[in-house]
């Protein structure tokens, strides 16, 4: 397949998983509502299933090509990855307690950094691993820095825009405008960075954020086990794609390669 063709495979992602977070969440107000079966739904088919497995699963042919390589999408070796999800981690939770929010409670901290986190897995893995990664190797030629700062900034202004498909107040046009702010940051960690799982704990701490002044925090002082095996499934399908489809060996997909011109 050609360079060129392979760009549908990401756009199509994207839009099928905004669709998906419409009907499944914007549609219906989904956040502003107590439903915990609509909540599961919404997560296990919009950003498990599509954002994660799917949009993993259908990068396949680009990894193969050469058009993308492991290095690229940030799948690093193991030793790197628990050092930059440490630092990741604590710059994170550093910028969070900075912001003041309005709960330190550490259950409550825990409770929604898993809440959101499967989202979180979605997006970074969409809009910078999908996205992201592929305009910048459509770019290549136009040299490292331009092909970069094509892909860190439309990985920025997809998701800001992806965030339509959300419930009020997030679908708002000063909102979503404002959620490019962190998008920006994202972007300096995932393309600096190219770790995968540093990128999405780092976004998710800056989702953690938004998201506690949007719930009411009295409901989330105990702990709450579906949420955290939902994230811990999301984890998981996310870690194992990586083992079996990502590092997988075959004709193209030699792990950690420089990217072919």
């Not at 956040?31 to 739904?41: A, E, H, N, S, Y």
């Not at 193991?78 to 939770?93: E, S």
């Not at 825990?110 to 691993?129: D, G, K, M, R, Y």
């Not at 709450?224 to 399908?237: C, N, V």
């Amino acid at each position: 397949m050609e360079g060129k063709k392979l760009i549908v495979i990401p756009i199509a992602i994207y839009l099928v998983w905004i669709l998906a977070t419409y009907l499944l969440e914007g549609r219906i107000n989904l956040l502003q509502k107590p439903d915990t079966l609509g909540r599961f739904t919404y997560i296990v088919i919009a950003n498990i299933a599509i954002g994660t497995v799917i949009a993993i699963w259908l990068l396949k042919p680009s990894i193969s090509s050469g058009f993308l390589t492991i290095r690229q999408l940030g799948f690093q070796p193991p030793k790197r990855i628990i050092i930059a999800v440490i630092i990741a981690g604590i710059i994170g939770f550093l910028l969070f307690i900075a912001q003041r929010p309005v709960s330190v409670d550490p259950i409550v901290i825990v409770n929604i950094f898993f809440q959101t986190l499967p989202t979180s897995i979605a997006e970074v893995v969409i809009c910078w691993a999908a996205i992201g990664t592929t305009f910048e190797s459509v770019a290549r030629n136009r040299g490292r820095i331009i092909s970069i700062i094509l892909g860190a900034t439309l990985a920025t202004i997809l998701f800001g825009i992806y965030h339509f498909a959300h419930s009020p107040p997030f679908n708002e046009p000063e909102m979503v405008l404002f959620l490019m702010y962190p998008g920006v940051l994202t972007s300096l960690v995932y393309f600096i960075g190219r770790d995968i799982y540093s990128t999405i704990i780092f976004h998710n701490f800056q989702a953690l954020f938004g998201v506690m002044m949007g719930v009411n925090v009295a409901s989330f002082t105990q702990p709450i086990y579906p949420i955290l095996i939902l994230a811990g499934i999301a984890m998981l399908a996310l870690a194992i794609l990586d083992l079996i489809l990502i590092r997988k060996k075959g004709p193209g997909s030699a792990a950690f390669s420089k990217p072919q011109k």
